[in-house]
């Protein structure tokens, strides 16, 4: 069974910092590129980065381009998220995404098929 | 960056009757990059779409997708209780980002 159990979110002040880690199981990790989605209280969701397989190919959201980073260990199964900088505008939950490839007739498919239950980040003074 | 308009905003509808949600997009995606999720309060997003119109694992024969380039559809032929929550839809670009529709909150009339 696809697990995704994500930790690490809590209460910062404006400026400060944050990482969240995402541990995986119930799959080969290493075959997967991997996401982080968030979603602001009361809001639709946002994606927010996301990396290879490998781990030398990422991309960002403009709005955290530069604070954020996000980085993988693929001897531990673990996702992680690295929030420097962070404002009140970065409150809210952060999911960890598993990104699922699937061959049909029409060729590749790509598709966020697993999500973790998420955890908060609240930035507030 | 594509961006995503789903329309309506907000959908009444009862029991029995039939939805349809619109997704719309900035620029032509590629079906095999666009998905649709259900989301329930308190609850991590639910994939029930792939590929525009592939149901995922488990997902009742009553959801549906379809469109191509620009325009996609979920519909939900026969609304159950458990079918009113917010429906997303989601798309991935070729520069490996991604984006995703504001939602639809579908709710009992």
């Known amino acids: 069974e696809v697990q995704l159990v994500e930790s690490g979110g809590g209460l910062v002040q404006p400026g400060g910092a944050l990482r969240l880690s995402c541990a995986a199981s119930?799959?080969?990790?290493?075959?997967?590129?991997m996401h982080w989605v968030r979603q602001a209280p009361g809001k639709g969701l946002e994606w927010v980065a996301n990396?290879?397989?490998?781990?030398?190919?990422?991309y960002y959201v403009d709005s955290v381009k530069g604070r954020f980073t996000v980085s993988r260990d693929n001897a531990k199964n673990f996702l992680d998220l690295q929030m420097n900088s962070l404002r009140v505008e970065d409150t809210a939950v952060y999911y960890c995404?598993?990104?699922?490839?699937?061959?049909?007739?029409?060729?590749?498919?790509?598709?966020?098929?697993?999500w973790g239950q998420g955890t908060l980040v609240t930035v507030s003074s | 960056e594509i961006v995503l308009t789903q329309s309506p905003g907000t959908l009444s509808l009862s029991p029995g009757e039939r939805a349809t949600l619109s997704c719309r997009a900035s620029?032509?995606?590629?079906?095999?990059?666009l998905a649709w999720f259900q989301q329930k309060p308190g609850q991590a997003p639910r994939l029930l779409i792939y590929?525009?119109?592939s149901r995922a694992t488990g997902i009742p024969d009553r959801f549906s997708g379809s469109g191509s380039g620009t325009d996609f559809t979920l519909t939900i032929s026969r609304l159950e209780p458990e079918d009113f929550a917010v429906y997303y839809c989601?798309?991935?670009?070729?520069?490996?980002?991604?984006?995703f529709g504001q939602g639809t909150k579908l709710e009992i009339k």
């Open positions: 989601q798309q991935y670009s070729s520069s490996r980002g991604s984006t």
């Open positions: 995404v598993r990104e699922g490839f699937y061959y049909e007739s029409s060729g590749l498919i790509i598709v966020a098929d697993y």
């Open positions: 590929g525009a119109s």
């Open positions: 119930g799959f080969t990790f290493t075959n997967h590129w």
């Open positions: 990396i290879n397989q490998d781990g030398d190919e990422k």
């Open positions: 620029q032509s995606v590629s079906s095999s990059y």
